[in-house]
């Protein structure tokens, strides 16, 4: 019987002040949006120095809402919101951890291509010496050659980042085409090894 | 502006559409007209009929078989009228819409169909997000009611 009074008590302390959030016009900026969970996502942020255009969360996303947009000059990654069902994948699977979803919610717009609910990232691409077409964007190159000599194995390491270096700035089909000229078979290393 | 211009802008009577999804967008639109959140503080009223209401709330994409209604439902709502879609498939397709290749059942979001005038995304939207929307919609209806100046009606 007792338990019950505390409950009762505890209702009732509770529904003695007003219920309703006055969302749109409160007063007070901190009570404005007492109703934020910690957890909360909201509109996607990128950050543009992190980002590297990987296409990982393309690759991820369950609602088809990023999209890769590639141009002879640049890579443009880019998150539409309309389509966004915030389930925070990319976030998750980011290699760079580029991604963060923010707590922004009002995200309601009267526009279809206002800027507000898009998040875009422009990448610069390289460009083929050879065959002149836009194949990788710049970072990436740069970042997966930093992850190949912090993770390869070090008795190959040399040879590896020699060959790297012989067909830089090559597309790959035109990698592929001068393979024997520059003598960079991509299995030469194991060859090497076995010998 | 008139006084039924100036009423309607002061107490929009509001119809709740639901065309397809997970009904997620539902819950949370019902959960923005209870105590907690209260839209009825701006004077809305959610009514059963198309023909009294002012704003419509679309939510949920749009299946073929749905859309005579669609269509059907937004001309019985009397001028001026604005649209809220609400939700990301209301908004966008999001998860059930696909632009290649075209989807048999689904037709996708509500502005292939119907002029909207408010998007509210989000899966799903946070009540106070479709607060938002549909505070955006009210100044809408004010700009289709009448030529005068929204300033004087926002508090």
Redesign the interface.
């Known amino acids: 019987m007792s338990t019950h009074i505390r409950i009762l008590r505890q209702v009732l302390a509770k529904y003695s002040t007003p219920m309703t959030l006055k969302y749109p016009s409160g007063v007070d900026p901190n009570k404005k949006y007492s109703q934020i969970p910690e957890g909360l996502r909201g509109f996607i942020e990128r950050d543009e120095e992190k980002c590297i255009g990987c296409r990982a969360c393309y690759m991820v996303c369950s609602g088809r809402a990023t999209k890769i947009i590639d141009t002879p000059e640049k890579r443009t990654v880019q998150v539409f919101h309309f389509r966004c069902t915030f389930c925070a994948h990319c976030q998750e699977c980011c290699p760079e951890e580029a991604i963060k979803m923010t707590n922004r919610f009002e995200l309601a717009v009267s526009d279809r291509n206002d800027p507000k609910v898009y998040a875009n990232t422009d990448l610069k691409m390289l460009i083929c010496k050879s065959c002149g077409t836009s194949y990788l964007p710049e970072k990436m190159q740069k970042r997966a050659l930093e992850r190949l000599s912090e993770k390869i194995n070090p008795r190959v390491k040399e040879t590896v980042i020699a060959d790297y270096k012989k067909v830089e700035g090559y597309c790959p089909d035109c990698r592929r085409a001068r393979g024997v000229m520059l003598d960079t078979h991509t299995k030469k290393h194991v060859w090497l090894e076995a010998t | 502006m008139g006084l039924i211009d100036r009423a309607r802008v002061y107490s929009p009577w509001l119809y709740h559409l639901h065309c397809g999804g997970c009904n997620g967008c539902d819950i949370e639109t019902l959960a923005a007209l209870a105590?907690?959140?209260?839209v009825e503080?701006f004077g809305i009223l959610l009514v059963p009929s198309p023909r009294h209401a002012d704003i419509l709330v679309t939510t949920g994409c749009i299946p073929r078989q749905f859309i005579p209604m669609v269509k059907r439902v937004y001309e019985q709502v009397p001028d001026p009228k604005v649209v809220v879609a609400v939700g990301?498939c209301a908004?966008?397709?999001?998860?059930f819409y696909?632009e290649d290749p075209d989807n048999y059942a689904i037709l996708g979001?509500a502005?292939l169909l119907i002029p909207v005038?408010?998007?509210?995304?989000?899966?799903a939207?946070?009540p106070?997000?479709i607060?938002?929307?549909i505070?955006?919609g009210i100044l809408?209806l004010a700009e289709k009611g009448s030529n005068r100046p929204t300033k004087t009606i926002t508090?």
């Open positions: 105590p907690r959140f209260d503080r990301g908004c966008g397709g999001s998860l696909e979001s502005d005038d408010v998007y509210v995304p989000g899966c939207p946070k106070e997000q607060i938002n929307g505070v955006q809408k508090k």
